[in-house]
């Protein structure tokens, strides 16, 4: 992830610290797409580039594979934590609202209406979400509504209030590498 858009080139030095230890790449950039649009001035739009590691400096291979190795045994621990329903020791994230924008996903005539807003208050017939949500997960959250009976649907717009909940955070159990 990064704020300006990188062109295809035949190769790229990429350097980046590991813990005490400093991972040196050369790669090529294989896609670059936007993920969020810069909305104001002076607001940087937010890219993501998929790049295909051609070649490690020095010893940046086997530290390279130490850190893979690292998140992947995190992630395992993680999720056998989780299934076991051992809450987190500490916070890793805190669940509460964004901002003040939010997007009102509503069925009207049959069809759905998405709009911003300021007001996070739940439709009758269907949720409202942050505005910070990505698009895609909206149409997935959209497809999942039309496929719930009433009680799926009642207990999408109890998650939904409580993503954009401006109560005190709860601990949450996510990984994040």
């Given at each position: ?34 993920k ?51 809450p ?6 805190y ?35 942050s505005a910070?949500?990505?698009p ?42």
């Open positions: 992830m990064h704020d300006q858009r990188l062109q295809p080139v035949q190769s790229h030095q990429i350097r980046f610290q590991w813990q005490q230890f400093t991972i040196r790449l050369r790669g090529e950039v294989i896609r670059t797409t936007i969020k649009l810069a909305k104001r001035p002076g607001e940087a739009s937010v890219y993501e580039s998929g790049i295909r590691i051609t070649e490690a400096v020095g010893e940046s291979h086997a530290l390279l594979r130490d850190m893979i190795a690292d998140f992947v045994v995190r992630s395992i621990n993680e999720q056998l934590a989780n299934a076991r329903g051992i987190p020791l500490a916070a890793y994230s669940q509460t609202g964004k901002g003040d924008r939010y997007r009102r996903c509503e069925i009207v005539n049959g069809a759905w209406r998405k709009v911003e807003t300021t007001n996070p208050e739940q439709p009758q017939n269907g949720f409202t979400i910070e949500v990505d895609n997960e909206v149409d997935m959250l959209c497809k999942t509504w039309e496929v719930c009976n009433a009680e799926g649907r009642r207990l999408t717009q109890v998650l939904a209030q409580l993503s954009i909940s401006k109560k005190e955070g709860i601990p949450t159990r996510r990984y994040l590498p």
